[in-house]
């Protein structure tokens, strides 16, 4: 559909209208009225005859020509049969300001449902219910109940709270932000944040995509959609509700569900969307790339007339995987030439705190053509004789006539001293940062969406496996009235899909258990083999390191008595009988099914490292062999795996190798709710890796 028809269409209803003042209907008429807008506006209130000097239409279908957009803001319970007269009049948007569906409770959400059924019937898109509205200051049409229309910019924001969104623009306003275009999601019965994302991936006006949400309504789509827009505009989002409350509160306030943390940490990565953690930070960013150009690598060169914001600046550097430029002998030698002794002529360069517009001037000059600087970082702190103006001022000039265009941030430090300086970088597209760290920081993030730009697209690796085999255990377990598989199941599952198992077989007595001894060799491993028990651990169901006949047969009569004990009433089948892995390290790989993505897949080390320090990684279900490799290398302990003081490496790949496995089968079979191997023995470079023990829960 062509959205270009919402954000300026040529003609409006305001179904709702309001003769009084302070009435939603009336702000949203009057807002319409003064924002500039050049098309035509159509009030519809049976109860009135004109409101500020436009006819008033007891219907929509008494306007006597086409309208593009529906504004409504009438009770819930007449929305229904207004959105009938919208499609018989032919209108394809409808802005929906009422609040009174899922946000209010059960019935609520019934209502909103019908609703969303009518007009998918009718062909409406719909923005909201329970939402502030849109504005596009291009337009410009400001068809919202906010107070403020932004000024021009180049930023989309859209937020999933309406009492956000007055804020931002409030903040906005005083902080010199200008926006394209700007949308409150409200309960987003149709559209949603990926709507929006793709109609602006293409807007002229529109360089960076911001956005506040507290949950997502198809998170498989919204990773594909994202994916492809954050190719082209660098796609920033603020989630809220990460915490058990948050997401509480999330639910009580528009009824999404939220996902959990993790799963949108790893969807956003997959998606290469910037993840902000706080509203300053989205606008940081979203300025940033709004006014600068993409740093062409992490080299930043540091001019300061202080030493100590040079040293924080530097400390941020190496901290966000930032460098410091080396400057060639030629800048250093120019640097020589004018600045004073005292001077560091070293990145950072300290101009010193003496140091006027034209001593910046020169040294950004000098700076600005080395050939190892990818980006710039002007520090300046308010001293006696600093001219924070005519520097600024200064600084601009520089880039202007300069050919070699690279980003250019500054920290003016301070308050009212240096006011006038920041307000002249920020109308002239310079960003500025109240801290050296925010700077760097936001030159982190630029770097990044540069790589994610330049990054390759990665095919998901698929297997030969045996989708039969899983299909019949997973049929007999569900016809025994079992949805958690034992261990003999989850083997068969994981040899079904190329996963390396320990050689095992089940012993219903110690006579047999003796047999299968000799044919497998000691050290074993022994194991509970029940229905009834999935834990072993927790009812002495597992003995490790059994290391001849006679502690084979103590630790069989062991378990069993341990067993008996804790459940007398388990089904036994036998014990299990498992050759014990040597010269390993023990990882774990596991799977969730979150209510937003999907499959979520876990990596980490086992033991204390995922028990206590919870050193894991995460990544939505599929992946690609690049995925699998970074959630590897993410993990903190990662240096264990390499190989420490001498060690020889694990085999890395071959985790890779069981973790792309994993992701198809969960693809395969979206019926597995949860899935643990653990541990994964991980054996030396080139020994591969062995699943020493599985868990499986399917759906019913």
Not at 114 to 123: I, P, S, T, V
Request: aromatic share 6%.
């Amino acid at each position: 559909m062509n959205f270009n028809d919402f954000f300026c269409p040529d003609s409006i209803a305001v179904i709702g209208a309001a003769r009084e003042e302070g009435k939603v209907g009336r702000i949203i008429f009057d807002n319409i009225n003064n924002s500039g807008f050049k098309g035509k506006i159509f009030p519809v209130n049976p109860k009135a005859k004109d409101i500020s000097g436009h006819k008033c239409y007891s219907s929509i279908r008494d306007i006597p020509q086409d309208v593009q957009l529906a504004i409504i803001v009438i009770p819930a319970q007449y929305i229904s049969k207004t959105l009938e007269e919208c499609s018989e009049k032919g209108i394809k948007y409808a802005i929906i300001i009422s609040a009174g569906f899922k946000e209010t409770g059960v019935k609520g959400a019934k209502r909103e449902k019908r609703l969303l059924e009518k007009a998918r019937n009718y062909g409406i898109r719909i923005l909201g219910p329970n939402c502030l509205g849109m504005i596009d200051s291009q337009c410009p049409l400001n068809a919202s109940f906010s107070a403020n229309m932004p000024s021009k910019g180049r930023i989309g924001f859209i937020s999933q709270s309406g009492a956000l969104l007055t804020s931002v623009l409030d903040w906005a306003k005083a902080s010199k932000i200008g926006f394209s275009k700007v949308v409150s999601l409200g309960n987003k019965a149709d559209m949603s944040e990926s709507d929006l994302f793709e109609a602006w991936v293409d807007d002229p006006n529109t360089d960076v995509i911001t956005a506040y949400i507290e949950g997502v309504v198809s998170g498989k789509d919204f990773i594909r959609i994202s994916s492809k827009v954050s190719k082209k505009k660098p796609v920033i989002i603020i989630k809220s509700g990460n915490t058990d409350a948050g997401a509480r509160a999330v639910s009580s306030h528009t009824g999404t569900l939220a996902g959990s943390n993790k799963a949108y940490d790893a969807a956003f990565k997959q998606a290469g969307i910037i993840r902000a953690n706080t509203v300053k930070d989205l606008f940081d960013y979203g300025r940033a790339f709004s006014y600068q150009p993409l740093p062409e690598g992490k080299r930043v060169a540091i001019i300061t007339n202080a030493g100590g914001p040079g040293i924080m600046a530097t400390d941020a550097c190496e901290i966000n995987g930032m460098q410091l430029a080396g400057f060639n002998n030629g800048t250093i030698e120019k640097l020589r030439d004018f600045l004073p002794s005292a001077a560091n002529l070293y990145n950072p360069v300290d101009v010193l705190g003496d140091a006027l517009s034209d001593r910046y001037r020169k040294t950004l000059e000098i700076v600005l053509e080395d050939s190892n600087v990818d980006a710039i970082l002007i520090l300046l702190t308010p001293q006696a004789m600093t001219e924070d103006l005519e520097t600024a001022k200064a600084i601009v000039e520089v880039m202007e006539n300069s050919s070699r265009k690279i980003t250019v941030m500054t920290s003016f430090m301070g308050g009212d001293e240096v006011k006038k300086g920041i307000n002249y970088l920020l109308k002239r597209k310079i960003p500025n940062f109240d801290i050296p760290e925010d700077a760097v920081d936001t030159l982190r993030v630029m770097t990044g969406q540069k790589d994610w730009i330049e990054e390759k697209p990665y095919p998901i690796v698929e297997y030969s496996v045996d989708e039969e085999k899983v299909k019949e255990v997973f049929d007999m377990c569900r016809s025994e009235g079992r949805l958690e598989l034992g261990e003999i199941e989850a083997r068969k599952i994981l040899e079904a899909y190329g996963v390396r198992v320990p050689r095992a077989k089940v012993a219903r007595d110690i006579e047999e258990a003796k047999k299968i001894a000799k044919d497998i060799g000691y050290p074993l491993v022994l194991k509970i083999v029940s229905p009834n028990i999935l834990h072993k651990t927790d009812v002495g169901g597992i003995k490790v390191g059994i290391e001849d006949e006679k502690e084979l047969e103590e630790n069989y009569d062991d378990i069993l008595f341990n067993v008996n004990r804790y459940m007398p009433g388990a089904n036994i089948s036998g014990i299990l009988v498992q050759e014990m892995v040597k010269d390993k390290k023990e990882t774990i790989i596991g799977i969730s099914e979150d209510p937003q993505f999907g499959p979520m897949i876990m990596f980490g080390l086992g033991g204390i490292y995922v028990e206590v320090l919870k050193d894991v990684s995460f990544r939505i279900a599929p992946i690609s062999g690049k995925i699998a490799r970074e959630m590897i290398s993410e993990i903190k302990t990662i240096k264990l795996l390499k190989g420490t003081r001498g060690e020889t490496p694990s085999d890395i790949e071959s985790i890779a190798d069981v973790l792309l496995r994993m992701s198809q089968l969960v693809t395969d079979f979206p019926e597995i709710m949860e899935m643990d191997i653990n541990p994964l023995f991980v054996k030396k470079q080139g020994e591969g890796s062995i699943a020493g023990d599985a868990r499986i829960r399917i759906g019913g």
